[in-house]
Structure formats: structure tokens, C-alpha cells
């Protein structure tokens, strides 16, 4: 058992089907990378983990089934999720957003925010600063600061190197590797940028119009020639 177990999960908007009988397993402590091309469904799939679309199938934490409860609810029960959309307050100071993740976890309120800070020093250095004045990698780093306010044991990030310059995608990726190494988190990764994955991941699974399609080691998928052409570059 996993601490996160999904179950034959399908997904809807309205009559539409997004997601299509997926089945996920992630070890505690384990980073894993979700990989797909643009509407594959990978923020779909972050976004029903959070209860925020309609589905099927079964969604198990730590062996607890909470399919379709609240996203404040899965908050509670230790998931901070880093959307790819940002939802940042734009006209409210970096410090104040990141103030925002904390309403689940005020007792640890200044212990978050000093690794934050030590994550992020450009947060520190600007958390006078409105978000809307920010580049896409500085928000990048309030969303994911924010999701870290709630003291999360299991991390989503959504695309977190969509539109941003090589170099702060080096220092995302070396904060998640932090993050998972030193503090344990486990950690859900989507991206379009394979390599930015394979970089991160210790299994990935490709994501195909809702469906998936592949699921393994970076050495294990590099096998399939195509795949390795659609997705790795080679």
C-alpha cells in the first residue's frame, strides 16, 4: 500500500471525460513525474487528488479512501498542492500570500516560513513586494512557498517550469530535490519538459489523452523507442 493509491479514476467536466480509468501508486518519500503533452490531463489528475472535479474510481491516503472529499479537507490530511495557475492574490505582498497556505497550520506558522525563506531567499528579500510586479519563476516560488505553509506530507506541483527560463527551473528543481531528500517529502510532479522530469523522478508514468499510456524507471521507458522520441529527445 501506497501512501497515495488511485484506483481505476476517470474524470468529467459536465459530459466531457478528462481522465480515463488511471491507476497511480506513490510510495512515502518517493518523487514521481506525471508526463504529457498539453491536455493530456496531468492537471486534471492533481486537481481531482484535491477534490476539485467530478469522478469515478477510488482516491486512497495512507489506506483511507477520500474520494470526492473537499480540497480544504485533504489539506487537513497533510497535501499541499502548487497549482500550475498560480491562484496567487496578486495585489496582496508575498509575505501575505504565503500567509494565506498557513490557515491549517497557524502553530507552525514561523517555522514554515523560515524554511521558505531558506528555500527561497528572493522571497525573503521581497515579501514587501505585490505578486503582480513578480516574474513567472518569482511566483513560481510563492505558489510552491505557499503550498509549504501547510506543513504538507505529500507535495503536487502542476508544470512548475511552464514559461520560465532555464536557470530558475535549475533552482525548482533543486529545492524539490530538498525537499524530498532532506525533509521527506513525497512528491507529485506534472510536466511537458521530460527532461526536467527525468531529472527529478524515480518513475514517471506518460499521461495520453486522459489515459495512461506507459509507467516506469527513466531506464525503463527510455527502452521504448518511441516514447523516448515523443517524450525524452532521443
Known amino acids: 500500500m501506497g ?15 478528462a481522465l480515463s480509468n488511471v491507476s497511480i501508486s506513490v510510495e512515502p518519500g518517493e518523487t514521481i513525474a506525471i508526463v504529457g503533452a498539453n491536455g493530456a490531463g496531468k ?7 484535491m477534490g476539485l ?6 482516491i486512497r491516503l495512507n489506506g483511507e479512501d477520500v474520494t470526492g472529499l473537499k480540497s480544504s479537507q485533504m489539506v487537513k490530511r497533510g497535501i499541499g498542492y502548487a497549482p500550475e495557475r498560480f491562484n496567487l ?9 504565503l500567509l494565506v497556505g498557513a490557515y491549517t497550520a497557524r502553530e507552525d506558522i514561523e517555522k514554515n516560513m523560515a524554511a521558505v525563506h531558506r528555500l527561497f531567499p528572493r522571497l525573503e528579500e521581497r515579501e514587501g513586494q505585490e505578486t503582480s510586479t513578480q516574474s513567472g519563476g518569482e ?10 505553509m501547510t506543513s504538507p506530507k505529500i507535495l503536487l506541483v502542476d508544470e512548475p517550469t511552464i ?3 532555464p536557470k530558475v527551473c535549475n533552482e525548482i528543481a533543486e529545492v524539490l530535490r530538498k525537499l524530498s531528500a532532506e525533509l521527506g517529502l513525497t512528491v507529485i510532479v506534472t510536466e511537458q519538459n521530460a527532461n526536467f522530469a527525468l531529472s527529478l523522478a ?6 495520453e489523452g486522459g489515459h495512461v499510456t506507459a509507467t516506469g524507471t527513466a531506464e525503463e521507458l527510455a527502452k521504448d523507442d518511441q516514447l523516448a522520441k515523443s517524450y525524452f529527445g532521443a
Open 43 to 49: 492537471s486534471t489528475l492533481l486537481d481531482c487528488i
Open 3 to 17: 501512501i497515495i493509491d488511485i484506483d481505476n479514476l476517470s474524470a468529467f467536466y459536465g459530459k466531457a471525460q
Open 89 to 97: 492574490f496578486p495585489h496582496m505582498t508575498v509575505r501575505d500570500n
Open 53 to 58: 472535479v467530478k469522478t469515478t474510481g477510488t
Open 202 to 207: 524515480s518513475r514517471l508514468y506518460v499521461l
Open 139 to 148: 511566483r513560481q516560488m510563492v505558489s510552491l512557498g505557499r503550498a509549504l
Open 163 to 165: 514559461g520560465l527560463a
